[in-house]
């Protein structure tokens, strides 16, 4: 319990976490061929919904899929060669720049499975697949530009949300065929990321160019109205990922800082910097050297994982008496990270197509107080929250608020 | 004859007691009276239980290994006692950990009673 009001935390002077996490690659396919170069793809990675599939971009829009066969989650632990361990590999037919599993969909045929694969693509399409058989179950046209992200509406709402360069964000309900129901335009530069809140079916985010950060308040599939903005980042803001209580958003941007906000309040709860100290305005708002590409949480929000242009990636644990963090060296740029469901695994995907596995073999359990604010937090609505906070005692309420 | 019986009863089914300094279980008393055993090492998980029972000083719960929750209803201390089983059970071990499911209803008393076991 240590964040005071904005707390800016700087990688550089953060304890180090006393296990270094040991590191697992899974090779780049094409590195052999010296003629190719990665350029204009984001190596995505990401974990089913229940850990068994995990899938990531090789390159040449082609997508590697690594699975058990089973429901068990996916074991890093044991040796695997690469591609000869990918159980399938998927070709996109052009650079894929975003991908997510989707969770089930009951009502359309196609996509009544557990490892249903939307993949976005360079020049605007969206595929989705079955990524155990490799089969086509839907395509997705509209966008006239890369598609930069994709997210699953939550409590089986059946609304997959796309983000692009194009400057919109389109929602397309997928229990329809994949029919596209909106088209949300408010953004004066390109998006680069969205992402919906884990509990408030109405709540997402979107992070694009311009320092813009919006949060869209989504009560109806065909209408909205003005998204609010998150005043605070300097220079383009490149990722979001929610915690899994939904009560705090993280944002990376290239101004070298990774902010988490509380989003009830709509202010700033720590900033984790990446450069120490931090950059003045100028070099803020340009080049640094620390450009931060991608955050995600972990399933028990405990960790984060940024990315950053210095070439290293770190987990932080945020709730341990000091903020302490986990850094690996990469040694290319990286452009994607991900949490795996069990908490055990990071997945950093770098830009030649490789990916980078942090394994954390002691997972530590989270404090009770922890797991009680966040099962409160998931339940309670934003409107709720300040009838609760006057039951409580100032102490408590401020932790449940994350400030404290 | 009796008294072999008794012998192998006690060799078998000794599981320990309450009573004593170094008992291996102690027993955490609800508001409403409902009293939990539970083993003493699962018990220390909880900072404040820790200093009550082998602080420094005489505090009556180190005499009699039971401590009185006033404020904790016996259905958060379930699942408080619940809480340090799993944490002991799944700290330094490789298997799948579980989610530690809190029923929404209980979660804002079980976050004070946290905040006070300091756990």
């Known amino acids: 319990m240590h964040f005071s009001d904005n707390a800016v935390i700087f990688a550089a002077k953060a304890q180090r976490s006393e296990e270094t996490p040991e590191v697992r690659d ?14 204009d793809e984001t190596t995505c990675c990401d974990f089913s919904l229940n850990g068994s599939v995990f899938a990531w971009s090789l390159g040449q829009g082609f997508v590697g899929i690594l699975t058990n066969g089973d429901d068990k989650h996916v074991d890093f632990e044991s040796p695997f060669h690469g591609l000869n361990s990918c159980t399938r590999v998927i070709d996109c037919g052009e650079n894929v720049t975003s991908l997510v599993f989707l969770p089930r ?73 994949g029919n596209m129901c909106m088209t949300m335009r408010a953004h004066k530069q390109s998006i680069n990321a969205c992402a919906y809140s884990p509990t408030d079916s109405q709540m997402l985010a979107s992070v694009g160019g311009g ?67 931090m950059p003045s305005s100028i070099y803020a708002g340009g080049a640094n050297g620390h450009w931060v590409s991608c955050v995600a949480f972990s399933r028990d929000g405990t960790k984060l994982v940024s990315t950053c242009e210095d070439d290293r990636a770190r987990i932080w644990h945020l709730y341990d008496n000091h903020i302490s ?50 099962a409160a937090r998931k339940d309670t609505k934003q409107d709720k929250l300040q009838t609760i906070g006057q039951t409580l005692p100032y102490l408590i309420n401020q932790y449940l608020r994350y400030r404290c | 004859m009796g008294d072999e019986r008794a012998e192998k009863m006690e060799d078998e089914d000794f599981y320990g007691g309450c009573e004593g300094s170094d008992s291996a279980y102690v027993k955490l008393i609800s508001s409403d009276g409902h009293e939990f055993v539970i083993k003493r090492e699962y018990a220390l998980t ?74």
């Not at chain 1, 830009?351 to 530590?364: E, L, T």
């Not at chain 2, 420094?56 to 005499?63: D, I, L, S, T």
């Not at chain 2, 379930?78 to 089983?85: D, G, H, N, P, S």
Request: some cysteine; charged content about 20%.
């Open chain 1, 105 to 177: 969909i009951a009502g359309s045929k196609k996509c009544d499975h557990d490892a249903l694969l939307a993949t976005g693509l360079r020049r605007g399409p969206i595929k989705v697949w079955n990524a155990l058989t490799g089969d086509v179950c839907n395509i997705l046209f509209d966008h006239t530009s890369r598609v930069t992200s994709l997210t699953f509406a939550p409590k089986g709402l059946n609304l997959l949300v796309s983000s692009s360069h194009d400057k919109t964000l389109k929602v397309w309900d997928m229990a329809d065929n």
């Open chain 1, 211 to 277: 320092r813009e950060v919006f949060l869209w308040n989504l009560t109806n599939k065909r209408r909205t109205g003005r998204p609010t903005q998150l005043l605070g980042h300097r220079n383009d803001v490149r990722s979001c990922a929610w915690s899994p209580d939904g009560a705090l958003l993280a944002t990376g941007s290239n101004d070298s800082s990774v902010i988490v906000w509380d989003v009830v309040s709509k202010t700033k709860v720590i900033t984790l910097g990446h450069m120490c100290p």
């Open chain 2, 46 to 119: 909880s900072g404040t239980i820790k200093s009550m029972l082998s602080g420094p000083g005489q505090f009556a719960e180190n005499e009699t290994n039971e401590v009185y929750f006033r404020e904790i209803p016996s259905h958060v201390l379930a699942k408080v006692c619940q809480y340090f089983i799993y944490k002991n059970r799944y700290t330094n071990s490789s298997a799948e950990i579980p989610e530690f499911e809190i029923t929404p209803e209980i979660a804002l008393e079980l976050l004070m009673a946290a905040n006070f076991l300091d756990c």
């Open chain 1, 325 to 374: 963090v986990d850094e690996i060296p990469l040694s290319k740029v990286a452009t994607r990270c991900t949490f795996s469901p069990n908490g055990k695994y990071a997945a950093i995907g770098q830009a030649d197509g490789s990916v980078k596995i942090m394994c954390d073999s002691n997972v530590k359990i989270p404090s009770l107080a922890h797991l009680s604010r966040m």
């Open chain 1, 26 to 39: 899974i090779a780049s396919v094409f590195a052999s061929n010296s003629l190719w170069k990665p350029v």
